[in-house]
């Protein structure tokens, strides 16, 4: 559905950028809003995360109904949590059906993620991830599974089995490769195991903003002519870099031959597009990054910025390669080697679902503890 009420919005889904929330809460369902947003501002998809759902658990009462009858129930922690968070996700999927309807199945998704603290083991992985499929119950839903060594073989196993993923946490080009490689071979299992194509999609969701966020200060500290030149640039360079992979996989006979089994692309999603430096415009993980065939997930601040005053004028991807290298190899030259930035980045971001994870549950065992009083 094209957006309405803003223009900026309007070009950005008319460049080919599907247009994701990257929020959900159960007042954001039961107002309205989130219809509202797919409305008035061309949403067609939903990301989630166990700090989402934290929040959303720590802010009013729109959760205390299900809080007293699963205290009630003597539900333990973890049934809780699954319970309240497929709910959401069922009840947000039910919302964006007549969009997934009327895209043929390309948008109107949303996602859930494995528990992260399962991102070191495969087998939990996949386990997790097939109760989820199951519970959610929606053609609509995508599982996140972060792209960890351990991650990628779930990949496989999930798509093999016919269920659609979101990959998460992809900061790397290599590792980028290793997911499409994942993906591919997920796709040929499938088909293997007698399921239709069709019907089962991915997106790979490539970091943007915390690459930046990791190789300013270090330019910073260098504080040469040269390093100053480069801030900033670090993040837009790696995901244009990444789009190229994403290009040369789908001009590969390997994927020619499952598309022709009916098999749709895995689609380039950009993660983590909120500016964290306000030296910077604060749509431009947005603007720098368009071009056909992509998603970006965008926290709610970043999408009434871009339709108030992004600055979309087309693709700002294509042709950019040469450039993009240049950033990395300038960065190289400074001694800044964005592979090793982009391990660490890998690291930290489990750590940090993991703890999110633990705030999750933190905020449901209080919301137990208050309805019970």
């Known amino acids: 559905m094209a957006p309405s009420g803003s223009s900026a919005l309007d070009r950005l889904t008319a460049a080919g950028v599907a247009i994701w929330l990257d929020d959900l809460s159960r007042e954001r369902l039961r107002t309205g809003n989130l219809a509202e947003l797919v409305e008035t501002r061309g949403v067609v998809g939903v990301t989630t995360n166990p700090t989402i759902f934290a929040s959303a658990l720590a802010k009013g009462d729109a959760y205390d109904e299900q809080l007293r009858e699963l205290a009630a129930q003597g539900a333990d922690l973890d049934t809780a949590v699954f319970t309240i968070t497929t709910d959401d996700v069922r009840e947000a999927a039910d919302v964006l059906r007549p969009l997934h309807e009327s895209t043929g199945g390309v948008d109107g998704r949303v996602s859930i993620e494995v528990d992260p603290r399962l991102a070191k083991d495969t087998e939990g992985t996949i386990a997790s991830a097939k109760a989820l499929w199951a519970t959610v119950d929606r ?27 979101n990959v998460t946490l992809i900061f790397s080009l290599e590792r980028y490769r290793a997911v499409l490689d994942a993906f591919l071979e997920g796709l040929e299992k499938a088909r293997a195991n007698g399921h239709d194509l069709a019907p089962i999609a991915s997106v790979a969701s490539f970091f943007v903003s915390r690459v930046d966020a990791a190789i300013d200060p270090r330019l910073d500290e260098l504080g040469t002519p040269e390093a100053a030149a480069l801030r900033g640039k670090a993040a837009i360079a790696n995901a244009r870099l990444a789009y190229g992979v994403y290009e040369e996989v789908v001009a590969s006979e390997r994927w020619q031959q499952l598309a022709a089994a009916g098999a749709r692309p895995q689609r380039p999603l950009w993660a983590s597009t909120g500016v964290k430096d306000k030296a910077y415009p604060d749509t431009r993980y947005v603007d720098e990054l368009v071009v056909a065939g992509v998603v970006n997930t965008m926290p709610e601040a970043t999408l009434q910025a871009v339709a108030d005053h992004g600055d979309i004028h087309g693709d700002t991807v294509t042709g950019t390669q040469a450039e993009a290298q240049a950033v990395i190899d300038g960065l190289a030259a400074l001694g800044i080697e964005i592979d090793e930035v982009t391990e660490t980045l890998e690291t930290e971001g489990v750590g940090k679902f993991e703890a999110s994870w633990g705030e999750l549950l933190d ?7 208050r309805v019970s009083r």
């Open 139 to 165: 053609p609509n839903v995508f599982i996140k599974i972060p792209a960890t060594r351990e991650g990628l073989a779930a990949i496989t196993a999930v798509l093999g089995e016919g269920i659609s993923v």
């Open 363 to 369: 905020t449901v065992t209080e919301g137990l503890a």
